[in-house]
Nanobody
Framework: QVQLVESGGGLVQPGGSLRLSCAAS????????MGWYRQAPGKERELVAY???????RYADSMKGRFTISRDRGKNTVYLQMNRVKPEDTAVYYC?????????WGQGTQVTVSS
């Protein structure tokens, strides 16, 4: 059905900004809820941000006010704008599409916050 390809990761300084993109192909993703998750070494994968089919958003408490999730249905793309990043934001970030019991993951993109 839907295939997800992520981009935009890389090295960023503390306090800086980064914009991650997740492009969907194979099918339109307007019927899917979309989420960004991250996983740091030795830690469990955790929710970063979530956006529903209707456009409602949810954020982990530590990301509120710093990260913003959005989606462009015309481009079949979901974004994660990361502002005022911290070293503890270093992780592999994954895009996820969810509908009913169907869950599709992207390959992940590395974000490293370091000076």
């Amino acid at each position: 059905q839907v295939q997800l390809v992520e981009s935009g990761g890389g090295l960023v300084q503390p306090g800086g900004s980064l914009r991650l993109s997740c492009a969907a192909s194979g099918s339109t993703f307007s019927i899917y809820d979309m989420g960004w998750y991250r996983q740091a070494p030795g830690k469990e994968r955790e929710l970063v941000a979530y956006i529903t089919r209707a456009g409602s958003t949810r954020y982990a408490d530590s990301m509120k006010g710093r990260f913003t999730i959005s989606r462009d249905r015309g481009k079949n793309t979901v974004y994660l704008q990361m502002n005022r990043v911290k070293p503890e934001d270093t992780a592999v970030y994954y895009c996820c599409a969810e509908r009913l019991s169907d869950t599709i993951w992207g390959q992940g993109t590395q974000v490293t916050v370091s000076s």
